[in-house]
């Protein structure tokens, strides 16, 4: 049995990706593909409660470099709960958010060095990275607008609140890392029609990823 793929999808707060995660899986359901969708923060039972954590606007006092951690610590559960057995299954794992949300928010919106947990990273995160990470982009002032939409509706969650250079330097952060691994990256502007993002999504994945797909 070949092993399955996990697919990530990144972006900005608001830039659509769990929109486009859910097109994507019934498309590749469609195409007779075992296709399971997950998240993180809270891909695991310990991860909901992380993500609890991690999200409640109370949370002020909660320090950057703890915030890192319980990022990591869901991640790392959910790696040997979730992803491992999933793709041992040969099902392809599209997941919501992966390391990259990491470096880009921890490492360059929060300014934190990360190399002081490469370890952690070498050991347990890399050795489990995508196949193929969809990076939808959206310019941080659209996050600002979005948000401020989103905070008319329902309860704004602690991340919702960062401010616009924020968003500036973790719009940068996922920018960097899509141009040192274009193999990996798959970059797509986040600002279009849901149909057109989901169409360049199908094109892009039928193409470039076509051996990926056909190792069923
Ligand atoms: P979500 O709204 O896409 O579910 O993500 C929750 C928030 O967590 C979002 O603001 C991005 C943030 N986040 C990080 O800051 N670092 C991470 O490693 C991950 C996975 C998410």
């Known amino acids: 049995m070949h092993s399955g793929k996990l697919i990530t999808f990144e972006g900005l707060d608001g830039c659509g990706k769990s929109t486009q995660l859910d097109k994507t899986k019934k498309w590749l359901t469609r195409q007779g593909y075992d296709v399971f969708t ?76 990360l190399k002081s947990l490469e370890s952690i990273v070498t050991h347990s995160i890399k050795p489990f ?17 979005r948000l401020e939409q989103r905070r008319e509706q329902i309860t704004k969650d602690r991340l919702d609140s960062e401010s616009l250079n924020f968003f500036k330097r973790t719009s940068q952060g996922f920018q960097t890392l ?34 990926y797909l056909q190792q069923k």
């Open 38 to 113: 997950t998240r993180e923060p809270g891909g695991t039972k310990i991860g909901q409660q992380i993500r609890k954590i991690l999200l409640n606007p109370e949370h002020k006092e909660l320090q950057a470099e703890s915030e890192l951690l319980l990022y990591l610590a869901d991640r790392i559960q959910h790696i040997h709960e979730v992803i491992i057995p999933a793709k041992a299954a040969g099902k392809i794992v599209l997941c919501d958010r992966f390391h990259d949300s990491t470096v880009a928010y921890q490492g360059f919106g929060r300014g934190l060095d």
């Open 178 to 211: 899509a141009s040192s691994e274009p193999e990996r990256y798959l970059s797509i502007d986040g600002e279009q029609e849901i149909d057109v993002i989901h169409q360049e999504i199908i094109t892009a994945l039928q193409k470039r990823f076509q051996f």
């Open 129 to 145: 990275a995508p196949e193929i990470t969809i990076l939808l982009t959206i310019s941080p002032e659209t996050v600002a607008l």
